[in-house]
């Protein structure tokens, strides 16, 4: 029925495929003066986006606003941790829990851990007797289940988000009633300490910004770096699509992550505003070999598959292209980087797909 397709439609945002759908319904129909009512709506809609306001901002400091679980991986972090966790408590954003999974560090993150939930009631600390196998995904799919705030967000912690961060992705979450809200962030290295533009900027360019989005009429969404920590994910939407990091002894859980929400969301607000300043090729970092990364990749890409395929039907003719686009780009990188001696793990990971 076009009137039910055009309503689908229009909630998910897509209003010219709604008013498409609408006007399919015939002057004899009984549903024709309800379709015509719901055009008209929709121009309406779309003649207020652009004349919206400055978004007001709420009383930051009000208990009574929703609660943001902030979830922070820890391992071996030492020399950035206290900065990071400060960047953290120091948010304009007052209503939150700091929830920091210490994943068996060995070094001082216990301590500055420590130091810090003493004086702040607001950290909950989980320390991991054993380092999780891989990289940050077991960990923060752990604070996934116990926070108990309406969002959740992500830290790195050798990362540090800017004092208006949560302030300005909350309250575009609050206002749109948004699933996932995504920032703007810069890379800067320790050596150097030259602070330089994200490393997806074009990408990032071409996404629409400060209105509701999905992939339906935004594939590029699928294209911005899938990292978290430049994003804020509604609890229910999350936990209504079973949707955590995968698990097992590889990295680049991000990916997979990123795939996961986007092809599920119906309401993503990207915000033209930085949030977040993220650390490049620290010491130490866990990134492991360049044919142990290569596996990871492949290993995600087939948990990818599986997942997509259980998006909806109106979305598989956008979102598979986009995933082939992806397989193709990554098998470009595979084949470069790859060594003799991994070529037959490769090939049998890549015809798994």
């Known amino acids: 029925m076009s009137l039910k397709r055009g309503n689908e439609c229009r909630d998910r945002g897509l209003f010219d495929k709604a008013v498409v759908e609408y006007k399919k319904i015939g002057v004899d129909s009984p549903l024709y003066n309800q379709a015509q009512i719901n055009i008209k709506r929709i121009a309406q809609i779309k003649d207020n986006e652009g004349k919206r306001p400055v978004l007001n901002e709420p ?24 900065a990071s966790i400060i960047s ?71 990362d540090w988000v800017l004092p208006d961060a949560f302030s300005v992705l909350m309250g575009y979450a609050l206002r749109e009633n948004a699933e996932v809200v995504v920032g703007g962030f810069s890379t800067f290295t320790d050596e150097d300490r030259v602070v330089s533009e994200a490393y997806d900027a074009l990408a990032w360019s071409d996404i629409p910004k400060e209105r509701v989005i999905s992939v339906e009429n935004c ?38 992550l990123h795939w996961f929400v986007i092809s599920k969301a119906n309401r993503v607000v990207a915000v033209d505003k930085k949030v977040s300043y993220h650390r490049m090729a620290r ?42 686009d992806y397989l193709y780009r990554s098998d470009w990188v595979i084949q470069r980087q790859g060594d003799e001696s991994s070529a037959p793990l490769m090939k049998k990971r890549w015809s798994a797909i």
């Open 283 to 324: 010491e130490g970092q866990t990134m492991g070999s360049a044919n142990f990364r290569l596996a990871a990749m492949l290993c995600h890409m087939n948990t990818i598959y599986n997942f997509v395929k259980t998006a909806d039907e109106s979305r598989k003719d956008i979102i598979f292209p986009e995933l082939y």
């Open 59 to 82: 009383d930051f400091d009000n208990p009574n606003l929703p609660l943001l679980s902030i979830i922070m991986p820890v391992f071996n972090v030492g020399p950035y941790l206290d």
């Open 219 to 256: 594939p590029n969404l699928l294209r911005i770096s899938p990292v978290p920590w430049r994003k804020i994910y509604k609890t229910s939407f999350l936990r209504e699509h079973a949707i955590e990091y995968p698990e097992g002894d590889y990295f680049f859980e991000d990916n997979p």
């Open 88 to 158: 953290a408590i120091s948010q304009k954003y007052q209503n939150f829990e700091l929830i920091i999974i210490n994943d068996a560090s060995t070094d001082n993150c216990s301590d500055i851990i420590g130091m810090h939930a003493a004086q702040d009631p607001r950290i909950k600390v989980v320390n991991l007797t054993h380092n999780s196998l891989g990289g940050a995904g077991i960990p923060s799919n752990i604070g996934i289940r116990i926070a108990s705030g309406e969002y959740i967000a992500f830290i790195d912690s050798d």
